[in-house]
């Protein structure tokens, strides 16, 4: 960690609980970025299973055994 980081903790542990949420939702904020590429591969992978859904060439599981299967645990 650098030394701006190791300062910036120091400061962040005097700020009250809510100060640090708001801080934490700026910095959260500031991560999420869209990225082209990402969304481009993502809608393409769609594209492809949903065609493969179509076609009837995949498995699909209900929305029941899902459900079911998330009960149990």
């Known amino acids: 960690m650098t030394k701006a ?15 640090k949420l708001r801080l934490v ?5 500031d991560l999420d970025k869209p990225d082209p590429n990402i969304d481009a591969i993502w809608a393409e992978e769609a594209r492809k299973r ?3 859904y179509k076609a009837g060439s995949i498995p699909t599981v209900s929305y ?7 009960r149990r645990s």
Do not use: F, G
């Open 5 to 19: 980081a190791r300062k910036l903790v120091l400061e962040i542990r005097s700020l009250t609980d809510v100060e």
């Open 25 to 29: 939702d700026v910095i959260l904020t």
């Open 50 to 52: 949903w065609a493969a």
């Open 64 to 70: 029941r055994k899902v459900m079911e299967k998330y």
